[in-house]
């Protein structure tokens, strides 16, 4: 059977994939391998105090009846819950720390339309989980409890105030004010809606939010980071200083300067790697990136005297890399920043404000800043219906070895599999953007005739 869990939590159409059943059958065996749930008998607890979990969720529609499903699993097992209401997937982690719980809960689906819902698990500390974590949930799904009765229930209380500890989080992370700047923020009608606009206007900047009015099915829709058009139209028609975009739960964030040019991950990192190098702050002068940042990024840092250290796709393994060598600064070039010295997970706001932070001290505009790294032209094609498994036969290794030395040092070559699709990625940077389309459709055509 195909694994539950994915790169991130368990995702899928709600009330179809995701129901409220598959819901409250995962807080309870989260409830008991990460809460120690275990540790209660029918008679009260055998342990000098309950576990707690704290709950959030953006807000989808399908939200409201997950979060119930998954408060009903936690409490019926033991667990004290507090619920947070809407907030981003940042500010449940950073609280599940800070309110010292031993479970964090975040239903999202990030960036995908509001029909579809998610489920993510945070240890203590406010972690993303090991694959070996969720495997011991997936396994315990629908195993025989012994749940607790009268005193030993699990209590649930809300604490939406609790949304002012995060923001005064991020702020104090902050070593100047934006003071004169002039932003657009886009929250996709998601997670962020309510809390950036709020630590932007108190970090002193003047703010004009967009996407900011979450019905439950909007979420996402026409906004946010994988949506920029309408943040570029706004900036540019007001004349602000730069915008900047979060997904729906608000853990990754994207960036457009004064003229209405992306500013991509790589650029963001590139522009916070320079800044926290020059003030000696980057840790063993290195970024932790992913394979597919643009390779335009690790030129700008090697000739900036900044170490890059490649991962493999997803932010938790940029994570995992950061925390085993003691690294600071991390991401992909989707926008999931990762700034371990203040979060312990991508954080689209606390990203945007030392993003904002680097253009108020400087007096530097971002789109002089973002200069430090020229993006190499990429081309990306998806070689679908085809057999993934087959990334390594000779005559694809051929043909990769064939176009590196054709590409030389100023170009490179990415095969990936896809995790959860018969397809297979094929990406080619060069220096112009002709020859990486010339390499890339060659390398396509293989693919299509040796991995059938």
């Known amino acids: ?120 698990f945070l240890a203590r500390g406010g972690f993303k989980l090991s694959d070996a974590v969720e495997d011991e949930i997936e396994r315990r799904l629908g195993e025989e409890w012994s749940f607790p009765v009268g005193s030993a229930v699990g209590r649930v209380r809300d604490a939406y105030g609790e949304a002012d500890r995060y923001i005064s989080h991020v702020l104090t992370t902050m070593s100047t004010t934006l003071d004169g700047l002039d932003i657009v923020v886009d929250c996709a009608h998601g997670a962020a809606h309510m809390v950036a606009p709020e630590a932007l206007v108190r970090a002193g900047a003047r703010v004009e939010p967009i996407g900011s009015r979450p019905d439950g099915l909007n979420i996402n829709a026409g906004h946010g980071s994988t949506h920029l058009d309408k943040l570029q139209q706004v900036v540019v028609s007001r004349g602000a200083d730069l915008g900047v975009a979060y997904d729906g739960d608000a853990d990754r964030c994207l960036a457009v300067d004064h003229t209405g040019s992306i500013i991509d991950g790589d650029r963001i990192m590139a522009v916070l790697a320079a800044a926290m190098h020059a003030e000696g702050l980057l840790a063993k002068d290195t970024v932790v990136a992913t394979v597919m940042s643009n390779l335009g990024f690790k030129l700008a840092m090697r000739e900036a005297g900044i170490t890059v250290v490649e991962t493999a796709v997803g932010d938790r393994y940029v994570l995992e890399r950061m925390k085993g060598d003691g690294y600071n600064l991390g991401g992909e070039q989707s926008g999931h920043v990762i700034m371990l010295d203040h979060a312990t997970t991508g954080d689209g706001l606390l990203t945007s404000l030392h993003l904002l932070g680097v253009v108020a001290r400087t007096g530097v505009p971002l789109k002089e800043l973002a200069s430090v790294m020229t993006p190499l032209p990429q081309i990306l094609i998806n070689v679908k219906d085809v057999d993934k498994g087959k990334a390594s036969v000779p005559e694809l290794v051929a043909a990769v070895q064939e176009a590196e030395a054709d590409l030389g040092e100023t170009g490179r070559v990415l095969i990936r599999p896809s995790g959860t699709e018969p397809m297979i990625r094929v990406m080619v940077e060069a220096a112009s953007e002709e020859h990486a389309t010339q390499v890339a459709d060659r390398l396509a055509d293989v693919v299509r005739k040796a991995c059938i």
Do not use: C, Q, Y
């Not at 991130?8 to 391998?33: F, N, S, W």
């Not at 399908?62 to 507090?82: C, M, N, Y």
């Not at 449940?92 to 995908?112: C, E, F, I, K, R």
């Open 1 to 120: 059977m195909a694994r539950l869990f994915g790169t991130d939590g368990v995702r899928g159409v709600a009330g179809r994939d995701l129901t409220a059943e598959l819901a409250m059958d995962l807080a309870v065996a989260a409830a008991h391998v990460l809460g120690d749930a275990g540790a209660f008998s029918a008679t009260g607890p055998s342990r000098k105090s309950r576990p707690v979990a704290v709950v959030g969720r953006d807000p989808r529609a399908s939200g409201e009846f997950l979060e119930a499903a998954v408060v009903a699993g936690l409490a019926a097992s033991g667990v004290d819950v507090l619920r947070l209401g809407v907030l981003p997937t940042p500010a449940v982690a950073h609280l599940t720390a800070a309110l010292g719980a031993d479970l964090g809960v975040m239903l999202s689906a990030s960036h995908n339309p509001a029909p579809d819902n998610g489920i993510k």
